[in-house]
């Protein structure tokens, strides 16, 4: 109920069964060179407070088939993350700086319930498959980084969240379900925008001349201050019935092919459309 749990050395803590640490005063979980945390058995381990600080190398993991879920402070300053879930709680609050990579390993999920404070440093996905970054609270990249959230890490930005790019951000694979993406700076998308439904706004500028932007789904999509480029020898896909709203000079930009296909409806509202390429009407 007090105190703290630190691993020095090459310490570690392994976990079989449901391990819980709670405090009403300022209990906390700091682990550092070389440690290791293994959640095994799909087993939960619930921490008031979490550090994986940058003192190495080797950096500290979390690793296992189970659960970890952090409800007031997490501050990743290096290492890697592997188990099936990583959370915080709504009420949580991140901090991530130190200017190194931080790793979330092929086939995890991190649930951002909370709010992050982003300043410096790479997400990197580690390992044969994807990883994915569900954001169901707040994230905001601080003015000062330039930062990347790519290398197979698809980050998901789901009803009501909103991610906020204050400094340079790069993103591989961005998934818009809802909620808002503000790009006050330079924002990347390099491979794939699957845009289903939320905001993309902001006074930018936003790059997705090299990635391909998929439009589904029935609910309507906005872009506010922002201009979309379908980029060169590229494809936009519109599947489904939905309005794209231009708004407050917001803008599309169709390079290579924007294509609405079969049995779908799209209309384009307020803004302006630039035709440097083709539009391929299977629907309307």
């Not at 709670?22 to 979980?29: D, E, G, K, L």
């Not at 890697?80 to 130190?98: C, G, H, N, R």
């Not at 969240?161 to 808002?180: F, I, K």
Request: aromatic content about 10%; some cysteine; glycine content about 12%.
């Amino acid at each position: 109920l007090g105190g703290s749990l630190v691993s020095v050395g090459s310490g570690g803590l392994a976990v079989y069964g449901n391990l819980s640490i709670y405090t009403s005063s300022s209990a906390s979980v700091a682990f550092f060179v070389s440690d290791t945390v293994h959640v095994y058995n799909q087993s939960t381990v619930s921490l008031d407070t979490l550090t994986l600080a940058n003192s190495g190398p080797p950096a500290p993991s979390i690793l296992g088939d189970g659960h970890v879920i952090v409800t007031n402070s997490f501050e990743w300053g290096a290492g890697s993350i592997s188990t099936t879930t990583f959370s915080l709680s709504p009420s949580a609050t991140s901090t991530v700086p130190e200017p190194v990579p931080k790793y979330l390993h092929s086939s995890s999920c991190f649930y951002n319930n909370g709010t992050i404070s982003w300043t410096e440093g790479d997400l990197l996905s580690s390992g044969s498959s994807s990883s994915t970054f569900y954001n169901w609270g707040s994230l905001t990249v601080a003015s000062s980084s330039s930062s990347s959230i790519s290398y197979s890490t698809h980050v998901v930005i789901l009803p009501g969240s909103t991610l906020t790019a204050q400094g340079e951000l790069l993103v591989t694979y961005l998934d818009m379900e809802g909620g808002s993406v503000v790009a006050d700076a330079s924002l990347t998308i390099s491979q794939n925008l699957d845009f289903h439904a939320g905001i993309l706004s902001g006074s930018g500028p936003l790059f997705t001349n090299a990635c391909t932007i998929r439009f589904s789904g029935d609910d309507d999509k906005y872009i506010r201050g922002l201009n979309l480029t379908v980029g060169p020898s590229l494809s936009a896909f519109w599947n489904g019935t939905s309005t794209l709203h231009l708004q407050d000079g917001g803008s599309l930009s169709i390079y290579g092919a924007f294509n609405v296909l079969p049995a779908s409806n799209t209309t384009i509202i307020t803004g302006p459309v630039y035709n440097h390429g083709q539009v391929i009407l299977q629907g309307e």
